[in-house]
C-alpha cells in the first residue's frame, strides 16, 4: 500500500543548530514530493516540492529537501534552526491523484 | 490577492446530525481539496473538485458529500455525523486541474466537534 512515514514523532534542537526532518515514501514509481508546515491553529504551508531533475530542492525560509531514491526518502533540512521554526512538518506524496501526507514531526526549539 | 477562506472557524454538532462547511479559493484557482486532519494525525484527502466536477476521491463513504460552485467557492457535507468525524478540515485551492502537480493553498480549518 502507498504510504508516508514520518519516524520521528517530536525533535528538540537548540536554537542556531542544524536540522534534519526524516521522511520515507512507500509507492510502486516515485511520486510527486513535498514538505508543508503547519503552525499552531493555521493551515498547511507548502516549503518545498520535488517533480524531477535536481535531487537537491530549494524552499522558502532557507529550507531544503534532497530526494534519495535508492533509499525511498525525502529528508528536509534547514542548517540554523530559528525559534520560529518551532511548527509541525509534514512530509507529503502524489501519485495519480492519490496524495497522503504522513503523522507528522513537532519540532521544538529551545533557546 | 485573497487568500483561501473557511467558515466556520469552529463548530460543535451532535452525533446524527448534519454539517456544511465552506471554503473560498483564492483568487483565480478552480480546482479545491479538501482534508480530514485528526488530532495528531496527518491530512487525509477527502476529495476533489474541478470546474465543479468531482475529480478525485479518497477512502471516505458517501455521506461526505461536496460541491463547487461557478465562482469556485465549495461546500463539503458530512450527513449521520460520527464521533470520529471530529477533526480539522482543511481546504486547499490550486490554479490548474491537476492540483497535486502545483502548489496547493491550505485555508485555516474548519475545527469540528461531534459530541
Known amino acids: 500500500a502507498q504510504s508516508v512515514t514520518q519516524p520521528d514523532i517530536h525533535i528538540t534542537v537548540s536554537e542556531g543548530a542544524s536540522l534534519e526532518l526524516r521522511c520515507n515514501y512507500s509507492?510502486?514509481?516515485?511520486?510527486?514530493l513535498f514538505w508543508y508546515v503547519q503552525s499552531p491553529g493555521q493551515g498547511l504551508q507548502l516549503l518545498l516540492k520535488y517533480f524531477s531533475g535536481d535531487t537537491l530542492v530549494q524552499g522558502i525560509k532557507g529550507f531544503e529537501a534532497e530526494f534519495k531514491r535508492s533509499q525511498s526518502s525525502f529528508n528536509l533540512r534547514k542548517p540554523s534552526v530559528h525559534w520560529s521554526d518551532a511548527a509541525e512538518y509534514f512530509c507529503a506524496a502524489e501519485h495519480n491523484n492519490d496524495m497522503r501526507f504522513g503523522a507528522g514531526t513537532r519540532l521544538t526549539v529551545k533557546p | 490577492e485573497t487568500g483561501v477562506t473557511q467558515s466556520p472557524t469552529h463548530l460543535i454538532k451532535t452525533r446524527g446530525q448534519q454539517v456544511t462547511l465552506r471554503c473560498s479559493s483564492q483568487?483565480?484557482?478552480?480546482?479545491v481539496s479538501w482534508y480530514q486532519q485528526a488530532l495528531g494525525q496527518g491530512p487525509q484527502f477527502i476529495f476533489q473538485y474541478y470546474r465543479e466536477e468531482e475529480n478525485g476521491r479518497g477512502n471516505f463513504p458517501p455521506r461526505f458529500s461536496g460541491l463547487q460552485f461557478p465562482n469556485y467557492s465549495s461546500e463539503l457535507n458530512v450527513n449521520a455525523l460520527e464521533l470520529d468525524d471530529s477533526a480539522l478540515y482543511l481546504c486547499?485551492?490550486?490554479?490548474?486541474?491537476?492540483?497535486?502537480?502545483?502548489?496547493?493553498?491550505f485555508g485555516p480549518g474548519t475545527r469540528l466537534t461531534v459530541t
Open positions: 483568487s483565480g484557482h478552480n480546482t
Open positions: 509507492y510502486g514509481a516515485t511520486p510527486y
Open positions: 486547499a485551492s490550486s490554479p490548474q486541474g491537476r492540483a497535486y502537480s502545483y502548489e496547493q493553498y
